[in-house]
């Protein structure tokens, strides 16, 4: 038993299987798939905390809502909406990771943590929505659906067109010292999905939802520095991350330093809402404190990538 303390942040390709309108039923099929890899993850020895995405399904249940507005049934403000997400999610990983645990013959317990994380009410962010949520649409769906609804619509990298809500940036979580308590008596946690409901805190104290999503790795690495986690591992849908992506000088990276990660992030190596926000929480955990290490690869190489074996590792120069 190694002992250390990762934080996975999944990525959506663990949730379901690239379809948005994927039932229940699949979703929960792919959770067990994904539950049998982080299985491997434990039996090394390593307390893990999960986080994930929750872009499609939170997309979804807004949907849902607005289809089914009334006036004895109102449509669920999305910050709302997020913690039915987290809610869902977290239930089907839940049972996905104690199956894939009893499987194995490994003695442990997971537990689902509604969470909030803390955001500025003046971030920037709440000026130019871009974090895109639910399926994608045609233009002529888009325009329509901004006519009737009024929500922000944008085209997503060539894939169609989407909603986009803001998507400030975490700088607390409430729930840190009970996913800390949990974690410390060695249950697999399963918090800050979908990044976290993103709330503001008042003058008075109290705390208030707002309307935005949370990207999930600068969640997961919010919460890897507040349970004081040895490795940030996120997983996405390819092994490791690349400079000059899709081009004849591609060239993946390996072992590298965060320093030269600023580098390439300057240089616009990596694409706005894709592969960006991976590198900048990345960035961001490994220089929290020394000997942190930040991981990003795929769902399939991350016990292999904790090995030193795959992945791109990053830590500070």
Request: negative net charge; aromatic residues 4%; charged residues 25%.
């Amino acid at each position: 038993m190694n002992g250390k303390k990762v934080v996975i942040a999944l990525g959506g390709n663990a949730l379901q299987n690239g379809n948005n309108a994927s039932s229940a039923e699949a979703q929960q099929k792919v959770c067990q798939m994904t539950a049998e890899q982080l299985v491997t993850i434990i039996k090394d020895g390593y307390e893990a905390v999960i986080a994930h995405g929750n872009g499609p399904q939170v997309g979804n249940i807004v949907l849902q809502q607005q289809a089914a507005v009334s006036d004895k049934t109102p449509a669920m403000p999305l910050d709302t909406c997020d913690a039915m997400s987290q809610g869902m999610i977290g239930y089907w990983m839940q049972q996905a990771i104690d199956f894939a645990l009893a499987k194995a013959g490994i003695d442990k317990e997971s537990a689902s943590i509604v969470t909030q994380s803390v955001v500025d009410e003046n971030d920037a962010a709440f000026k130019n929505p871009a974090k895109p949520i639910g399926p994608f649409y045609t233009k002529e769906e888009a325009e329509k659906i901004s006519q009737e609804k009024g929500f922000i619509m944008r085209e997503d990298a060539g894939r169609g067109w989407r909603r986009v809500v803001p998507s400030p940036r975490p700088v607390d979580i409430v729930e840190r010292n009970v996913i800390r308590d949990l974690v410390d008596k060695g249950y697999i946690t399963i918090a800050v999905g979908g990044g976290g409901i993103p709330v503001v805190r008042k003058e008075n104290g109290a705390l208030e939802g707002v309307e935005a999503v949370i990207d999930k790795d600068l969640g997961a690495e919010k919460l890897a520095e507040l349970v004081d986690a040895d490795i940030l591992l996120i997983l996405t849908a390819v092994d490791s991350v690349a400079i000059h992506f899709n081009t004849p000088r591609q060239q993946q990276l390996r072992e590298t330093t965060t320093g030269q990660m600023k580098n390439y992030m300057e240089e616009g190596e990596f694409a706005p809402g894709s592969m960006l926000p991976k590198v900048e929480a990345a960035v961001q955990f490994a220089e929290t404190k020394p000997g942190r290490i930040a991981i990003i690869t795929s769902l399939e190489k991350a016990a292999a990538a904790l090995r030193g074996e795959a992945g791109t590792r990053i830590t500070a120069n």
